[in-house]
């Protein structure tokens, strides 16, 4: 049974569940989807499925990336959440299987976390970095109200944008 956490209009946000094992290895072997992420993909579905039941963000910061599913069909579409960095700040993040870009997804899923975190967790900032090549990440972030903080050099990412957000 999958841990509920937030919903929005359309899309339901979960913990991760390991029945979503194949779910993540596919999003993961989709060149497109991971072009600009920097991370490898996963070499087996019994590796996804090891990495969610390692998953221990929600044990030790009580949040963490959550699931996506639509309410319409309950299909998983990826994943988006929160999560404390190497720098120790939180970032939002998102990543959808290619047949939900271009329908708000990301924007609404990524809406939900930025209220949850700011209203619920009282966080006070929120950043999300994204390659200065994924222009369909920087637009997502600019519809969420984030703002241009500064480009630097990051891990296997290369030259990347950072956006902020304060809670308001």
């Excluded at 019994?46 to 309410?71: C, D, M, P, Q």
């Excluded at 939180?90 to 899923?109: H, P, V």
């Excluded at 939900?112 to 950043?127: D, R």
Aim: some cysteine.
């Amino acid at each position: 049974m999958r841990r509920k956490i937030l919903e929005s209009e359309r899309l339901i946000l979960s913990e991760f569940h390991p029945s979503e094992a194949v779910g993540f290895y596919k999003l993961n072997l989709d060149d497109s989807v991971m072009q600009y992420t920097g991370d490898d993909a996963f070499a087996t579905i019994s590796e996804a499925r090891e990495f969610i039941l390692n998953y221990s963000a929600y044990r030790i910061h009580s949040f963490g990336r959550w699931s996506v599913y639509t309410k319409k069909d309950d299909q998983w579409i990826g994943w988006c959440g929160l999560k404390h960095n190497e720098d120790g700040l939180i970032d939002i993040g998102f990543r959808l299987i290619r047949s939900a870009w271009n329908k708000g997804y990301a924007t609404e899923a990524a809406k939900s976390c930025l209220e949850y975190g700011f209203n619920s967790l009282q966080i006070e900032q929120i950043i999300a970095r994204c390659s200065v090549n994924n222009r369909a990440s920087q637009r997502v972030l600019e519809k969420l109200n984030m703002t241009f903080w500064k480009t630097e050099e990051f891990d296997n990412l290369g030259l990347t944008h950072y956006y902020i957000k304060n809670k308001t």
